[in-house]
C-alpha cells in the first residue's frame, strides 16, 4: 500500500528565513511521481512543484525546491526567502503506477511571522 | 476566470435534505475527480471520472451520488447525509488520470455543513 506521511503539525519560520518541510514516503511501484500543494486559507490547493521518482535532478520552481532522496524514500519542500504569503498548510502527494490515484498526507501548517 | 469553478463555496443542509454539488473546469481536461477533506485527516480520493466514464470509486456511501455528464462538469448529488459528512469538498481535473507525473488542477472547494 502507499502512504505519506508529514510528522510536522507546524512550522513556524520568520520572513526571509528558509524553511524545510518535511515528507516521506512508501511505495513498492518503481515508477511514482511526488507532488507539492499549498493550501491557503480560501480552499483552493495550489500546485508547486513535482519530481519523477526517475528524476536525476532535484526539482525546482522559483523558490521552491524539493530534496529528493531516494534511498530514504523522502521529498522535502524547501522553500527559500519565506514571504508572509507563504502562511498555508502544506500538503505533500504521491502517485503510482499507472491508473492509481493521487494520495496526500496530513498537511503541515505554516506560520511566517515578520 | 478560474481553471476550475465550484459552487456553492458553501452549504449548510439538514439530514434530510437532497443537495448537489457543481464543479466545472475550462482546462480542456479529460479526468475528473471528488476529494473529500476532513479535519485533521489527509485528503481522501471519493470519485474518478475519465472521459465521462467512473473509473474509481474509493467504497464511498450510496449517499453520494456521482455524475459526469461531460468532460467539463462534475457534479455531486447528495441526499440523507450524516452530521459526519459535513467537511469541504474538492473538486479536480487533470489532462488524464492514468500518468503519474500528471498533476491536478484544484477548485476552492465547497464547505458543506450537515445538520
Known amino acids: 500500500a502507499q502512504k505519506i506521511t508529514q510528522t510536522q503539525p507546524g512550522m513556524f519560520v520568520q520572513e526571509k528565513e528558509a524553511v524545510t518541510l518535511d515528507c516521506t514516503y512508501d511505495t513498492s511501484d518503481q515508477s511514482y511521481g511526488l507532488f507539492w500543494y499549498k493550501q491557503p486559507s480560501s480552499g483552493e490547493m495550489i500546485f508547486l512543484i513535482y519530481q519523477g521518482s526517475y528524476d536525476e535532478q532535484n526539482a525546482t520552481e522559483g523558490r521552491y525546491s ?5 534511498a530514504r524514500k523522502s521529498a522535502n519542500l524547501v522553500i527559500s526567502a519565506s514571504q508572509l504569503g507563504d502562511s498555508a498548510m502544506y500538503f505533500c502527494a504521491m502517485r503510482g503506477k499507472a491508473g492509481t490515484a493521487l494520495i496526500f498526507g496530513k498537511g503541515t501548517t505554516l506560520s511566517v511571522s515578520s | 476566470e478560474t481553471g476550475v469553478t465550484q459552487t456553492p463555496r458553501h452549504l449548510v443542509m439538514g439530514m434530510t435534505n437532497k443537495k448537489s454539488l457543481k464543479c466545472e473546469q475550462h482546462l ?88
Open chain 1, 66 to 70: 524539493l530534496n529528493f532522496q531516494k
Open chain 2, 28 to 115: 480542456g481536461h479529460n479526468a475528473m475527480y471528488w476529494y473529500k477533506q476532513s479535519a485533521k485527516k489527509p485528503l481522501e480520493l471519493m470519485f474518478v471520472y475519465n472521459f465521462k466514464e467512473q473509473t474509481e470509486n474509493n467504497s464511498v456511501p450510496s449517499r453520494f451520488s456521482p455524475e459526469c455528464p461531460n468532460s467539463s462538469h462534475l457534479f455531486l448529488h447528495l441526499h440523507t447525509l450524516q452530521p459526519e459528512d459535513s467537511a469541504l469538498y474538492l473538486c479536480a481535473s487533470s489532462q488524464e488520470s492514468a500518468a503519474s507525473n500528471e498533476k491536478l488542477f484544484f477548485g476552492s472547494g465547497t464547505q458543506l455543513s450537515v445538520l
